[in-house]
């Protein structure tokens, strides 16, 4: 059997220096409404004859898998009862074809930027603590660009964006308040994070808890799930009902470490795995508090001008640690098979269209339309002017009104810093026929991905663990992989080290047969790399700076987890990309 390996000329040119240094945009902050994204969005904008922006609530979840919703897990066979969300989705519109990052901090940089990872540098992996880096200071994220157009904005829950200087804190971003985690995992009940790192046998251990820019030193041992609700009801109803609202609520479920309030767990007594009983608790939890939110939203005389959006980061934590499911979709987090970048999302409002309402929208989308969309669509704003061009799009339209998209590709990632075996290298010679190039280069090795109308291919390694890369029904289910594999795949038993792989989503959403190889695909194939190209000759080089930095310890700074490089003139230069 001939196996596809595909060899691309890359040569690398040097960038010229742009702008990049300027924390101002050219962009129009006069704040002038269009008054006909009013017009669009009807006569719930109007209060007392005057221009009212809609509200937004955004709430995303973290790690929550594709069958770890219930009106997923109806089908899919899953024990997770979600029936407060399941009723905003079905009153709303559900995101069926929404893409997202496969981990924590890509996604949320690609949110809050509307710009794909490889335009700064951070399409390798997460912010790590004690790690020198953070969300570029020179890019200009949602919240900085809702509040010029009139927003109050408020962060709450997890932030995982960097915060190794004081700059790089959500209050220094665009936000006017913030209540939650700076980094990625601390403890639900303690907001301890503890740390061990693999080059020395200390554990650093320190407060990740934060009210705006001062530690919250007392916890109060309640599950950070009910404390961010409380949070996130306090802004509501404390919310000047004149002045639009961007309310950003990223709740930590159900990211581990795993734990949950007693009296959910008692609630699925009848689940014999521990993770997973754990996780269908925290779902629980989660969903409880959902109801809480919007109860406040229609008590306070909210909903009605309200833009309700619900999504997750990435795909489910699948291993042994996470307990997440994404059945019948392949892998989860950390990889770009459909189980770790097709996430969970619908919109609910009143300002949607009748007719959408209760529909399922398959129009291509993804987290980086969320800027655009919030901006232009929703606070009548023009991204358009801003300096650095975004890769978002605005979806409105294909949301509240089921027009067609205006995405029709989607660039999953490109990260040079993974790449496939270099044995592969022995097989380049038919590709290279097909594309040219020299013989030295490896771009077929490198962890890619794109999405281009029906079509998904994949380069490098796909997954970092060998589960990863399965199909794994949950297991309450009592169902195997060999099932599903046996309805669906009409290539036999997938072959999983393939350095190429294309599927046609549309006809094989679960990624079970691989047709790269097929003759008739080789137009398409060599399309999809062809663009694959032309987004890593725009990259720019992935900067993950090695960790942990010593002075980060928290035993250095009164057993806080605190921005520590504020002095330090030369990570400030990386940081705003001024020597690139």
Request: glycine share 8%.
């Amino acid at each position: 059997m001939v196996v596809v390996v595909v060899v691309v000329c890359l040569i690398l040119t040097v960038l010229s220096k742009a702008n990049d240094n300027q924390m101002s945009e050219s962009y129009d902050s006069s704040n002038e409404y269009n008054i006909n994204v009013l017009e669009e969005l009807g006569n719930s904008g109007r209060q007392n004859n005057t221009i009212q922006r809609p509200h937004i609530v955004f709430v995303l979840a973290d790690d929550l898998g594709y069958n770890d919703i219930g009106y997923h897990a109806v089908h899919g066979m899953s024990a997770v009862k979600t029936p407060h969300l399941d009723t905003l989705a079905s009153e709303g519109v559900k995101l069926e074809n929404y893409y997202v990052q496969p981990i924590c901090s890509p996604s949320r940089s690609v949110l809050m930027t509307g710009r794909y990872l490889i335009r700064y540098g951070l399409q390798h992996n997460v912010f790590r603590a004690a790690q020198p880096t953070c969300l570029p200071l020179n890019e200009i994220i949602l919240p900085k660009k809702l509040r010029e157009l009139g927003y109050a904005t408020h962060a709450i829950g997890k932030w995982h964006l960097g915060m190794c200087r004081t700059e790089c804190l959500p209050t220094r971003r665009g936000f006017d308040s913030f209540f939650g985690y700076l980094l990625e995992g601390s403890n639900y009940f303690s907001g301890n994070k503890t740390i061990r790192f693999p080059s020395f046998k200390d554990k650093w251990t320190g407060i990740d808890l934060w009210e705006d820019e001062t530690p919250v030193l007392k916890y109060g041992r309640k599950h950070s799930t009910k404390v961010f609700t409380r949070k996130a009801r306090d802004i509501i109803r404390q919310h000047d009902k004149d002045r639009p609202l961007f309310l950003y609520l990223a709740y930590k479920s159900v990211h581990r470490p795993l734990q949950a309030p007693l009296k959910y767990i008692k609630k699925f007594q009848h689940i014999s795995n521990t993770k997973r009983r754990t996780l269908a608790a925290m779902v629980a939890c989660l969903d409880d508090q959902i109801k809480s939110i919007t109860d406040a939203l229609r008590q306070e005389g909210l909903w009605e001008n309200t833009v309700f959006v619900f999504s997750s980061d990435n795909g489910g934590h699948v291993d042994y640690l996470g307990g997440g499911n994404n059945w019948p979709l392949r892998g989860g987090k950390w990889t770009l098979y459909e189980g770790g970048v097709r996430a969970v999302a619908f919109v609910n409002s009143p300002l949607l269209s009748s007719d959408v309402r209760g529909t399922v929208n398959k129009e291509l989308m993804h987290i980086s339309d969320w800027f655009p969309t919030f901006v232009d669509g929703l606070g009548g704003g023009n991204t358009s002017l801003l300096s650095k061009p975004l890769d978002g799009v605005n979806m409105w339209q294909t949301i509240s009104k089921g027009v067609p998209s205006p995405r029709e590709e989607l660039l999953l990632n490109v990260d040079s810093m993974r790449r496939s075996s270099q044995m592969q290298y022995l097989k380049i010679q038919y590709w290279q026929n097909h594309l040219g190039g020299r013989s030295d280069t490896l771009w077929p090795l490198i962890h890619a991905g794109i999405r281009l109308g029906d079509w998904k291919l994949l380069t490098g390694p796909s997954a970092t663990r060998w589960a990863y890369s399965k199909w794994l029904p949950p297991q309450e289910s009592g169902q195997r992989e060999q099932d599903l594999l046996n309805t669906s795949s009409k290539c036999g038993r997938p072959i999983t080290n393939q350095v190429i792989k294309l599927y046609n989503i549309t006809a094989d959403p679960k990624e079970t047969c691989n047709v790269a190889q097929r003759p008739e695909n080789l137009h398409i194939v060599i399309d999809l790399l062809q663009r694959l190209q032309r987004y890593f000759l725009e990259a720019k080089p992935a900067y993950y700076p090695r960790y942990p930095d010593l002075n980060a310890n928290p035993a250095l700074h009164g057993g806080v987890w605190r921005p520590w490089l504020d002095n330090d003139e030369n990570t400030y230069r990386k940081l705003m990309r001024i020597d690139e």
